[in-house]
């Protein structure tokens, strides 16, 4: 049995915000431009792409380029997907809210493969530039904790020193100093679940598996003051 977690006492919820017909929808709709965005052939099994990548026509940094892996005036995810999450979470958490968007898209497509170091190193958002967010990720492909984001429970509660770490990731953005140190908390989700988590919850985007790639649909909702 899958366990309840709680935003406010956990620092992230898992959700079942959409309906199936309107996820499958959503499934089908970002594997179509995930496909085409990095330059695969059409039907590729995503969940292998750790496999076969090598053989796309775009070059991984620029397939995974801030300004092809958001989506720009989409009305599919603008007009249907987006307002959809948006009425549920103002409504479960009173918060006032609005999309946020750096310039690039409202929302994004994200793929980590297992055993390549894909993922960020373990951080919040209030860390970073968006601050004061609601995040939402949706799975599209790899719905077992081991393609799994990772969350520190009940970190949102507590503080944090960060570091800048010098490597592929490097940004001025902070990062969980000693990260290894702490145990996280990885997910099972059924097709159609919303995972939720607090601008303040550690969160690591690292998977622990080994057979699948991880593709997962991204949105970011600000905290109107």
Same mark, same amino acid.
């Given at each position: 049995?899958?366990?309840?977690?709680?935003? !406010?006492?956990?620092? *992230?919820?898992?959700? @079942?915000?959409?309906?199936?017909?309107?996820?499958?929808?959503?499934?089908?709709?970002?594997?179509?431009?995930?496909?085409?965005?990095?330059?695969?052939?059409?039907?590729?099994?995503?969940?292998?792409?750790?496999?076969?990548? %090598?053989?796309?026509?775009?070059?991984?940094?620029?397939?995974?380029?801030?300004?092809?892996?958001? $989506?720009?005036?989409?009305?599919? &995810?603008?007009?249907?997907?987006?307002?959809?999450?948006?009425? $549920? =979470?103002?409504?479960?958490?009173?918060?006032?809210?609005?999309?946020?968007?750096?310039?690039?898209?409202?929302? !994004? *497509?994200?793929?980590? /493969?297992?055993?390549?170091?894909?993922?960020?190193?373990?951080?919040?958002?209030?860390?970073?530039?968006?601050?004061?967010? =609601?995040?939402?990720?949706?799975?599209?492909?790899? *719905?077992? /904790?081991? +393609?799994?984001?990772?969350?520190?429970?009940? %970190?949102?509660?507590?503080?944090? +020193?960060? +570091?800048?770490?010098?490597?592929?990731?490097?940004?001025? +953005? =902070?990062?969980?100093?000693?990260?290894?140190?702490?145990? *996280?908390?990885? =997910?099972?989700?059924?097709?159609?679940? %919303?995972?939720?988590?607090?601008?303040?919850?550690?969160?690591?985007?690292?998977?622990?598996? @080994?057979?699948?790639?991880?593709?997962?649909?991204?949105? /970011? &909702?600000?905290?109107?003051?």
């Amino acid at each position: 049995m899958r366990i309840d977690y709680s935003l !406010a006492a956990s620092g *992230f919820a898992i959700h @079942r915000i959409l309906d199936l017909s309107t996820y499958d929808k959503l499934r089908r709709t970002v594997v179509e431009e995930v496909l085409k965005r990095i330059g695969a052939k059409e039907g590729q099994d995503l969940s292998r792409y750790h496999i076969w990548y %090598s053989n796309c026509s775009v070059e991984r940094n620029i397939a995974f380029a801030p300004s092809n892996r958001h $989506f720009k005036n989409n009305d599919f &995810f603008d007009e249907e997907i987006i307002p959809i999450i948006k009425e $549920f =979470l103002e409504g479960r958490y009173k918060y006032k809210l609005e999309i946020w968007d750096e310039g690039y898209g409202r929302s !994004a *497509f994200r793929m980590i /493969r297992p055993g390549f170091n894909d993922g960020y190193p373990a951080s919040c958002k209030a860390w970073g530039p968006a601050g004061q967010v =609601l995040s939402v990720t949706i799975p599209i492909v790899g *719905f077992t /904790r081991f +393609e799994s984001p990772g969350f520190l429970i009940g %970190s949102h509660l507590k503080d944090y +020193e960060g +570091e800048i770490l010098r490597n592929k990731f490097q940004h001025d +953005e =902070l990062r969980l100093i000693d990260s290894h140190k702490y145990t *996280f908390t990885y =997910l099972d989700n059924c097709e159609g679940d %919303s995972i939720v988590f607090h601008w303040k919850t550690m969160h690591t985007e690292q998977i622990i598996g @080994r057979e699948t790639t991880r593709v997962s649909y991204e949105m /970011r &909702f600000k905290l109107i003051i």
